[in-house]
């Protein structure tokens, strides 16, 4: 089968948003505790994150990081993780059914997003609590200094203020999973009223309001209309959550899901814009995908403990990832670069252990899941413009999403180098694809590095033992002439050609 594309530096989309290439730290599982933070393990620094950790973190590409939630985040009480260590209490985290010690918070986490050079995106909590914590934490983490919560942060040894701009209000409160769960009305005013307060204290913060958990919620779509109906002026984004698995051995629709992706996106658009209609408002709402990512929730290691066991960091949605979750991930990433005009801001969920990229061995080593590929190459090479890619491809049917394209691309321009990448997905599971791509409106170009990710067996899993016997290698296919690029892009596959 062959997929016919133009490219052309004139067709821009938006863009290439640092923020779409953000991560996630929570409070769960081995996330924080024996995952970022291990004052016992050998390349602990003097803040007890472990530096081997720090450099994947880096080498990963990630720009901003959501924290403490997730669902963590609506039975927090932040100030318990602040001051001495010694005098922090211990509470239950209803959420993971855990036990959370707070020997790390919110002063920690800063100190390590300086470390890791990413930006902070704070979650507020909107379950259990309320405007005046909200107004607290801000105070806390924002004002220069002279109230009772900003000097007790210079006490805390942080004498400049941290200045955080993007704040979460909320999480997930569509569900009723979240702890102070609510209607669309009920969170449609308390964050409305706490976004107000918010920027009482700081007019500029950029504020995200929950929009829904998953579009496959009963909720989707009158959800967003109802908050954005009451929130719109106080708030600059609108928050999307999805995960995609592999479900009943239907590897087809699986491979498909950046199709699912799209669809969500163009629909919280299509939603957000028709509240801006109804409310005459003159600004845009644009999103925030701040939980994406592959995640087999029905599997054993999502299963939180119960009864008695309220463990401290217990080993929870560890999952392996095998090269088709990874071919997925870069085809998510794909599909969030070519919403770049409205999509501002995403989130992979998460960072380290939890359904996450990077991987630590309690006291060991670290290492790399197959998502980490697509992940990184496409944070370090995506520069400049997003380019739509003009695509005639062949058509797969799929059990869950009916007739999708196979092929899946979009491509990046930095007027300033010259370099021209694409990204492109084969999602086929049985036919390789010829990618026929005319670059004519670029003059002359030449290849860079093509390099593909595939395995014949696409369920091969990285491991501790082994998370380097398929990494993405070079596409001897690749070949350009007259100004058309020619590729072979192999079933399952994903693929950065980078030209200049
Ligand atoms: O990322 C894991 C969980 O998924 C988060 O805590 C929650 O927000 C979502 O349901």
């Given amino acids: 089968t062959t997929a016919r594309a133009t490219v052309d530096p004139a067709f821009i989309v938006g863009p290439v948003r640092r923020r779409t290439f953000g991560s996630f730290i929570e409070h769960l599982g081995r996330c924080v505790y024996t995952g970022i933070?291990?004052?016992t393990h050998p390349s602990a620094d003097q803040d007890g994150f472990r530096a081997d950790v720090m450099e994947l973190v880096k080498e990963l590409g990630v720009s901003t990081v959501r924290y403490p939630g997730g669902n963590f985040v609506s039975g927090f009480r932040w100030e318990d993780s602040i001051g001495p260590k010694e005098d922090r209490p211990r509470r239950l985290d209803l959420?993971?059914?855990s036990t959370e010690p707070n020997e790390f918070g919110l002063d920690e986490f800063m100190r390590w997003c300086k470390k890791a050079d990413v930006e902070p995106m704070m979650a507020i909590n909107l379950g259990t609590r309320g405007v005046a914590e909200a107004i607290d934490i801000l105070d806390y983490c924002n004002i220069p200094g002279g109230t009772s919560w900003s000097d007790e942060r210079r006490k805390n040894g942080a004498e400049d203020p941290y200045r955080i701009k993007m704040w979460c209000?909320?999480?997930?409160m569509d569900g009723p999973w979240q702890?102070?769960?609510k209607t669309a009305e009920e969170y449609a005013r308390i964050a409305t009223e706490t976004a107000r307060a918010m920027r009482q204290v700081n007019p500029d913060l950029e504020l995200v309001a929950?929009?829904?958990?998953t579009s496959d919620m009963t909720t989707f779509g009158s959800w967003e209309y109802t908050v954005l109906s009451e929130a719109y002026e106080q708030v600059d984004y609108i928050s999307a959550h999805e995960y995609y698995y592999e479900d009943n051995d239907d590897l087809a629709s699986f491979l498909a899901s950046g199709h699912k992706m799209s669809n969500f996106i163009e629909s919280v658009v299509a939603t957000a814009d028709a509240a801006r209609a109804a409310g005459k408002h003159k600004k845009r709402i644009n999103i925030?995908?701040?939980e994406w990512n592959v995640w087999y929730q029905k599997a054993t290691p999502s299963q939180p403990p119960t009864g008695d066991d309220w463990p401290i960091a217990p080993a929870l949605l560890e999952d392996h990832y095998n090269v088709a979750d990874a071919v997925v991930v870069g085809d998510l990433l794909i599909t969030l670069l070519r919403h770049t005009d409205r999509v501002h801001s995403a989130s992979l969920a998460q960072l380290v252990n939890v359904i996450a990229p990077i991987m630590t061995v309690p006291g060991?080593?670290?290492?790399?899941?197959?998502?980490?590929?697509?992940?990184a190459l496409t944070a370090k090479h995506a520069q400049g413009e997003v380019l739509q890619v003009a695509l005639k491809s062949p058509k797969i049917h799929t059990e869950r999403h009916g007739e999708v394209d196979a092929l899946t691309a979009v491509a990046t321009h930095n007027e300033s180098t010259g370099e021209v990448v694409v990204f492109a997905v084969n999602r086929s599971i049985d036919d390789s694809a010829s990618l026929e791509l005319n670059l004519s409106g670029f003059g002359d170009l030449e290849i860079v590095e093509a390099l593909t990710y595939f395995n014949d067996d696409p369920y091969w899993k990285a491991s501790p033992e082994d998370d380097t016997s398929v990494v993405p290698a070079v596409n001897e296919s690749v070949a350009l002439s007259n100004g058309q690029l020619d590729a072979h892009l192999p079933a399952v596959s994903w693929s950065v050609i980078r030209l200049a």
């Fill in 37 to 39: 933070y291990d004052p």
């Fill in 288 to 290: 925030s995908f701040d």
């Fill in 210 to 213: 929950c929009g829904s958990s």
């Fill in 364 to 375: 060991g080593k670290t290492w790399k899941q197959t998502t980490f590929h697509p992940f």
């Fill in 95 to 97: 959420a993971w059914h």
């Fill in 179 to 181: 702890t102070g769960h």
């Fill in 169 to 172: 209000l909320g999480n997930e």
